[in-house]
């Protein structure tokens, strides 16, 4: 299937630091998102990157693309406590109308 | 808007009992997504509709479950009898447009337990 894979599992940082959270896929992509969940809540979306697009930024998240690699990256730059979360990737299947997610990344920022 | 709307956010009920999921996407979009998250198989897709249509329910894992989307503000799932197993947090996401270059946006989710 196209489920993405989080690298690490888990990482667990001080506020202040950066994180560092990596997605692998199988397929070709049209784009690649981001997700957010927070303890007990949905998903929130962060940002979607396209195929032709190699990186990208809003506040604090940078997210490259790598396709010949199937890999993207996320960076969150000075981490806070409220960073506190999973972090998904999500693909799709090229010609898909649904996303493909990940096994999410389980980020500790430690105050 | 209220975002997605799901109901209810906790359920517990016995094995064998019938459990009905409820789910209001936000008004305007097309596709609604049904989601089942545990920790031994993360997030899974069981069903996603179109404009109202069920396009692939081939994540739904057994005929137990079923979903429905009766209009464009309104969608259930049921699972019919519940089985232990059958517990997860239940998601429902709707986004606007083709899923494809589009973000999803989550409902708070259900819990639900089967004793």
């Known amino acids: 299937s196209q489920q993405g894979e989080e690298d690490p599992q888990a990482l667990s940082i001080q506020e202040g630091e950066n994180a560092t959270m990596n997605c692998s896929y199988k397929t070709s992509i049209n784009n690649l998102q981001w997700y957010r969940q927070n303890s007990g809540r949905g998903l929130v979306h962060l940002i979607l990157?396209?195929?032709?697009?190699r990186e990208k930024h809003s506040g604090r998240l940078r997210v490259t693309l790598d396709t010949s690699k199937k890999s993207s990256s996320l960076l969150i730059t000075a981490s806070r406590a409220a960073d506190t979360a999973s972090y998904f990737c999500?693909?799709?299947?090229?010609?898909?109308?649904?996303?493909?997610f990940g096994t999410g990344t389980r980020l500790t920022v430690i105050p | 808007d209220a975002g997605v709307i799901q109901s209810p956010r906790h359920e517990v009920t016995e094995m064998g009992q019938e459990v009905t999921l409820r789910c209001k996407p936000i008004?305007?979009?097309?596709?609604l997504f049904w989601y089942r998250q545990t920790m031994m198989r993360g997030l899974e897709l069981l069903i996603y509709?179109?404009?109202?249509?069920?396009?692939?329910d081939s994540g739904m894992p057994e005929d137990r479950f079923s979903a429905k989307m009766p209009n464009a503000s309104f969608s259930t799932l049921k699972i019919q009898p519940s089985e232990p197993r059958d517990s997860a947090v239940y998601f429902c996401?709707?986004?606007?447009?083709?899923?494809?270059?589009?973000?999803?946006?989550f409902g708070p989710g259900t819990r639900l337990t089967v004793l």
């Open positions: 996401a709707s986004s606007l447009g083709a899923g494809v270059g589009n973000e999803q946006f």
């Open positions: 509709f179109n404009n109202n249509v069920p396009i692939d």
């Open positions: 999500a693909t799709d299947d090229d010609g898909a109308n649904n996303l493909f």
């Open positions: 008004s305007g979009h097309d596709y």
């Open positions: 990157i396209r195929s032709n697009e």
